[in-house]
């Protein structure tokens, strides 16, 4: 059968069916057309993957509802039924180039920002990690001891082993051999002082030491006892009761616990906190604290000054480095061109998780290089990392030398693109470098590299790892309350607040880091409505 041309065209549109393709594979290799063998072989190949793909969808889906995780497993279906959807259906084939970008955007843009969002409005710290359920359970399991404290030991085979308890004045009582695993109740009576031979080790009692605590001791009075320790057992009873009108009761002084919802914590009448806390949403409060409180407000404008400024001036001097070089290695005069390009791209071509601890070696205060140079030629030697405007300069330095490559390559490019003939004509005018600089060059390539700026700008203003490895925000202000320092970026800041404060306030760093974000993309706008990028003149 010869196939006819629309239905070639039909076949490499909108072939999905398997069955039809191989029907069509095997008529295009009887008739040796190499040509719609290969389309029909792509298309029982893409059908086929797309069977695999939407099988691996399914499977997650039910991975997460058989983890009780209904909302994320419903939205992946949602997922699964467009994307199956797209890849089948005609009418959505422009769709198929665009849906992978779209999804990687949804997943490491838009739900991280959501997430980031939604915890800023919680009160998510080391102490309140838990969901309210969670650190109600872990308050009803608390236990207390109510009698004696018996020493217990194990006795036999490891896998059947006897339990053998000792009160303070000697009186021993043991088990029988046990099988440890399950929770199970055991009775004790009174050792005839048997010879059991010997204790097993420590080791072996630490590694059952989950089986053991499932063990309840019955002594012969019907007292009960329970492990509290890798070497005792006592008398225990909670500590805490739960009541119907969702309060709880301490056992040990009848208080009556209440919980905060609006901070996230049982307390007692007296307003005492209980550990652990619990998340709850706290709404603004995070915003509110960081512009009101003092704590907060005081570091976050100094700390903001600064990113502001850094990212500025870096943007201004990796341009002006990058642009100068880019028209001295343009100029056609100069000999071994190449040679000059690859040595002044190296420093972009370095890793900076390499490059940067090379420069805080370089900058050490007592041991660095830079400062014995300076030491020997005019002794002087700067406090690089304890003086705050020096540690402010060499931050701008290193990461100038790290970025002034990267806009230098950008320039080149954009400078290659200028007709020649302007220069030309204004050599025969007469006008110098300088001239040709100012009037013709920067013009022509300020409006092309303008959102390269911009976006110079902002990743300046989140440039975590050149603090995190050169100075680590160093040197810290004494007068706050949180830690902070005189190179931190907001970014930086942010982290320490989450990692490395002592609270680990991981909801105020969300919250900060959101205003980051509205700060940054704000930023963006404003410039590149300024100038006009992505605009054509009228």
Same mark, same amino acid.
């Given at each position: 059968?010869?196939?006819?041309?629309?239905?070639?065209?039909?076949?490499?549109?909108?072939?999905?069916?398997?069955?039809?393709?191989?029907?069509?594979?095997?008529?295009?290799?009887?008739?040796?057309?190499?040509?719609?063998?290969?389309?029909?072989?792509?298309?029982?190949?893409?059908?086929?993957?797309?069977?695999?793909?939407?099988?691996?969808?399914?499977?997650?889906?039910?991975?997460?509802?058989?983890?009780?995780?209904?909302?994320?497993?419903?939205?992946?279906?949602?997922?699964?039924?467009?994307?199956?959807?797209?890849?089948?259906?005609?009418?959505?084939?422009?769709?198929?180039?665009?849906?992978?970008?779209?999804?990687?955007?949804?997943?490491?843009?838009?739900?991280?920002?959501?997430?980031?969002?939604?915890?800023?409005?919680?009160?998510?710290?080391?102490?309140?990690?838990?969901?309210?359920?969670? *650190?109600?359970?872990?308050?009803?399991?608390?236990?207390?001891?109510?009698?004696?404290?018996?020493?217990?030991?194990?006795?036999?085979?490891?896998?059947?082993?006897?339990?053998?308890?000792?009160?303070?004045?000697?009186?021993?009582?043991?088990?029988?051999?046990?099988?440890?695993?399950?929770?199970?109740?055991?009775?004790?009576?009174?050792?005839?002082?048997?010879?059991?031979g010997e204790p097993l080790p420590l080791k072996e009692v630490v590694g059952r030491r989950d089986a053991i605590a499932q063990i309840v001791?019955?002594?012969?009075?019907?007292?009960?006892?329970?492990?509290?320790?890798?070497?005792?057992?006592?008398?225990?009873?909670?500590?805490?009761?739960?009541?119907?009108?969702?309060?709880?009761?301490?056992?040990?002084?009848?208080?009556?616990?209440?919980?905060?919802?609006?901070?996230?914590?049982?307390?007692?009448?007296?307003?005492?906190?209980?550990?652990?806390?619990?998340?709850?949403?706290?709404?603004?409060?995070?915003?509110?604290?960081?512009?009101?409180?003092?704590?907060?407000?005081?570091?976050?404008?100094?700390?903001?000054?600064?990113?502001?400024?850094?990212?500025?001036?870096?943007?201004?001097?990796?341009?002006?480095?990058?642009?100068?070089?880019?028209?001295?290695?343009?100029?056609?005069?100069?000999?071994?061109?190449?040679?000059?390009?690859?040595?002044?791209?190296?420093?972009?071509?370095?890793?900076?998780?390499?490059?940067?601890?090379?420069?805080?070696?370089?900058?050490?205060?007592?041991?660095?290089?830079?400062?014995?140079?300076?030491?020997?030629?005019?002794?002087?030697?700067?406090?690089?990392?304890?003086?705050?405007?020096?540690?402010?300069?060499?931050?701008?330095?290193?990461?100038?030398?790290?970025?002034?490559?990267?806009?230098?390559?950008?320039?080149?490019?954009?400078?290659?693109?200028?007709?020649s003939e302007l220069y030309e004509s204004s050599a025969v005018a007469g006008v110098g470098p300088l001239t040709n600089f100012f009037r013709i060059t920067l013009p022509l390539i *300020?409006?092309?590299?303008?959102?390269?700026?911009?976006?110079?700008?902002?990743?300046?203003?989140?440039?975590?790892?050149?603090? *995190?490895?050169?100075?680590?925000?160093?040197?810290?202000?004494?007068?706050?309350?949180?830690?902070?320092?005189?190179?931190?970026?907001?970014?930086?800041?942010?982290?320490?607040?989450?990692?490395?404060?002592?609270?680990?306030?991981?909801?105020?760093?969300?919250?900060?880091?959101?205003?980051?974000?509205?700060?940054?993309?704000?930023?963006?706008?404003?410039?590149?409505?300024?100038?006009?990028?992505?605009?054509?003149?009228?």
């Amino acid at each position: 059968m010869e196939p006819s041309v629309s239905y070639h065209e039909v076949l490499i549109k909108h072939l999905k069916d398997p069955r039809e393709a191989c029907a069509y594979l095997n008529a295009a290799l009887e008739e040796g057309d190499r040509r719609h063998f290969l389309i029909a072989l792509r298309n029982v190949a893409e059908a086929q993957g797309g069977l695999l793909a939407l099988a691996g969808g399914l499977a997650l889906v039910f991975l997460l509802y058989a983890a009780h995780r209904a909302l994320p497993a419903a939205a992946m279906l949602v997922l699964v039924g467009l994307g199956t959807w797209v890849y089948t259906s005609p009418n959505a084939y422009p769709w198929r180039y665009v849906a992978p970008g779209l999804v990687a955007g949804l997943f490491f843009i838009v739900l991280p920002m959501a997430y980031t969002l939604g915890i800023g409005f919680t009160n998510y710290s080391s102490a309140h990690l838990l969901d309210f359920d969670r *650190a109600t359970e872990v308050l009803r399991q608390r236990t207390i001891g109510t009698g004696e404290t018996f020493s217990f030991r194990l006795f036999g085979n490891p896998a059947t082993p006897r339990l053998v308890l000792e009160r303070d004045d000697g009186v021993r009582f043991t088990s029988a051999p046990i099988t440890l695993g399950a929770p199970q109740r055991i009775a004790l009576q009174p050792d005839p002082e048997e010879d059991l031979g010997e204790p097993l080790p420590l080791k072996e009692v630490v590694g059952r030491r989950d089986a053991i605590a499932q063990i309840v001791a019955t002594l012969p009075d019907s007292t009960e006892l329970r492990m509290t320790s890798l070497r005792n057992f006592a008398e225990v009873r909670p500590e805490y009761r739960v009541d119907s009108d969702s309060t709880m009761t301490s056992m040990a002084d009848g208080a009556v616990l209440t919980a905060d919802h609006a901070d996230g914590w049982w307390r007692r009448p007296d307003g005492t906190p209980v550990e652990p806390g619990f998340r709850s949403v706290i709404g603004w409060d995070n915003y509110h604290a960081t512009f009101t409180d003092a704590r907060f407000r005081e570091p976050f404008v100094r700390v903001f000054v600064w990113t502001v400024v850094f990212a500025a001036l870096n943007t201004l001097f990796t341009f002006g480095i990058g642009v100068v070089l880019a028209v001295a290695l343009n100029w056609g005069q100069l000999r071994y061109r190449n040679f000059y390009r690859i040595m002044l791209f190296l420093p972009y071509a370095v890793p900076a998780f390499i490059s940067i601890p090379v420069f805080r070696g370089l900058f050490n205060e007592n041991l660095g290089e830079i400062n014995l140079v300076l030491r020997d030629l005019f002794d002087i030697s700067p406090g690089w990392f304890s003086d705050a405007t020096l540690a402010r300069s060499m931050v701008l330095i290193v990461n100038t030398w790290l970025g002034y490559p990267y806009m230098m390559i950008l320039s080149m490019g954009l400078i290659q693109a200028i007709p020649s003939e302007l220069y030309e004509s204004s050599a025969v005018a007469g006008v110098g470098p300088l001239t040709n600089f100012f009037r013709i060059t920067l013009p022509l390539i *300020a409006r092309p590299i303008m959102p390269l700026l911009i976006a110079s700008f902002a990743f300046n203003f989140n440039n975590l790892t050149l603090i *995190a490895l050169l100075t680590n925000g160093a040197p810290d202000y004494l007068d706050t309350k949180v830690p902070v320092g005189a190179t931190d970026l907001l970014v930086s800041y942010t982290y320490r607040i989450a990692f490395q404060d002592s609270g680990q306030n991981y909801a105020l760093a969300c919250a900060i880091s959101s205003i980051v974000f509205l700060i940054v993309a704000t930023l963006a706008i404003v410039n590149l409505r300024l100038f006009h990028v992505g605009r054509e003149k009228p």
